[in-house]
């Protein structure tokens, strides 16, 4: 395949003949590709930046607590206090059969543990065993807090890994030592491993002390008291369908009016969740909205400077008509200088998306121990490149046509 180098001189001389106009019509190009890449991986990092936070969460899920009451009911004051307890957890396991999993939670906030003399400040939270299917626990030693724990209120532990970080030597397994809470020593049997989530329900993973929940209600003298439920639904069951039974046996055990709005806080994990999928929807649709128009104006702006490109070229077209150049010529011409005009600096604009992208991921993973991606795939790379070569032609063939059109006759007259 012969390449016509003097065609492509051409085309190139043309581009560069009106430098400012050419950089002005090429810049509209590059913004609309740099907006339309950028928008697009930064979204994905986004998303996952966003999904890291809820990773380990059981998405069909919820949290239930006491609040102080908002209506007089039955002789009780407004603002009255009260609290969960164990006979609410069998009774809500025993006519509740929609829920899947229930785990009473009781916790202490700013305790320190201490071994040998160093110490660190964490908080202890009691927990049952399937404490593990609503909040997973990503483990780095050990194991997390089992039945025989539960039966027998032994007084072990497991610990986060910055308490172990402060606590231990790096990279040495904590397992088997005994630190001190308060005045009672427990043994580690487990560490948690760190992740990149920020959310989390009561304390920090990676901040916790958890112990076994019968452990802990003897230890601090809580008796059946809870401090709030972790709940999954049945599979196939929304939570929210959850909150009205729940609420209704909570609100008869404690003599509190049916109707008050505020004495159960219930959060639904589901809804949160989902409305975050809908942000993410929501945010990619205008990502794309915002880069194709921005690209679209660039290629009418592009078309708009090809039309004014035969308009200033109309004698030097009909001179080519008269010496034997076919229509088909000239318009092949026409097309090529708008697809490489385009072309150029759409690529541009991919390339400096990329690299903003790229500097972007290193400093968002810097200190991070899971990896955000914010590039964007080699698939929307290529489907990228070929709808700016795609709109270069589109953008010429107004221009071209006209071009094409141009009669010998029409260019001695413009003369």
């Known amino acids: 395949m012969r390449i016509d180098i003097d065609r492509w001189e051409e085309i190139f001389i043309t581009i560069i003949r009106n430098k400012t106009r050419s950089l002005l019509t090429a810049f509209g190009v590059f913004w609309g590709i740099f907006m339309l890449v950028a928008l697009m991986g930064g979204s994905k990092g986004v998303e996952q930046l966003l999904g890291s936070n809820f ?171 809870v401090d709030y439920l972790c709940i999954t639904a049945q599979p196939g069951i929304k939570v929210t369908s959850l909150e009205e039974p729940i609420g209704e046996i909570l609100k008869r055990n404690h003599t509190i009016s049916a109707t008050d709005p505020q004495a159960v806080w219930f959060f639904d994990m589901e809804t949160f969740f989902s409305m975050i999928d809908n942000l993410m929807t929501v945010i990619r649709l205008l990502g794309w909205m915002v880069g194709l128009g921005t690209l679209l104006a660039g290629a009418i702006g592009v078309s708009n400077i090809m039309m004014v490109t035969v308009k200033e070229r109309t004698t030097e077209i009909g001179i080519r008509r008269a010496i034997g150049a076919r229509p088909r010529d000239i318009m092949n011409q026409i097309l090529s200088e708008s697809m490489v005009l385009t072309s150029i600096a759409g690529l541009t604009g991919i390339s400096f998306a990329v690299g903003l992208l790229q500097l972007t991921e290193t400093a968002i993973n810097m200190d991070r121990p899971d990896y955000i991606n914010f590039q964007v795939t080699f698939g929307l790379a290529v489907g990228t490149a070929l709808l700016l070569l795609t709109l270069g032609m589109l953008a010429g063939l107004a221009p071209a046509y006209r071009a094409m059109a141009v009669k010998p006759i029409d260019a001695i007259r413009d003369e």
């Open 55 to 225: 990773e380990g969460f059981a998405t069909n899920s919820c949290i239930v607590e006491s609040n102080r009451t908002g209506e007089a009911y039955k002789g009780f004051r407004k603002g009255r206090g009260w609290k969960i307890d164990m006979d609410d957890v069998e009774q809500l396991r025993r006519d509740v059969p929609e829920i899947n999993v229930l785990s009473p939670v009781i916790q202490r906030w700013g305790r320190t543990a201490y071994f040998a003399d160093k110490q660190a400040t964490g908080f202890v939270k009691g927990v049952y065993p399937d404490y593990a299917d609503f909040e997973i626990q990503h483990l780095k030693y050990g194991r997390f807090i089992n039945d025989v724990d539960i039966m027998e209120r032994r007084k072990v532990c497991m610990i986060g890994n910055r308490i172990a970080e402060e606590l231990f030597d790096a990279d040495t397994d904590p397992c088997g030592n005994f630190i001190r809470l308060d005045v009672i020593y427990y043994r580690i049997v487990g560490v948690t491993e760190s992740t990149g989530r920020n959310i989390n329900i009561g304390s920090p993973s990676y901040q916790m002390i958890a112990v076994p929940f019968s452990t802990m209600a003897q230890a601090y003298n809580r008796g059946n008291r």
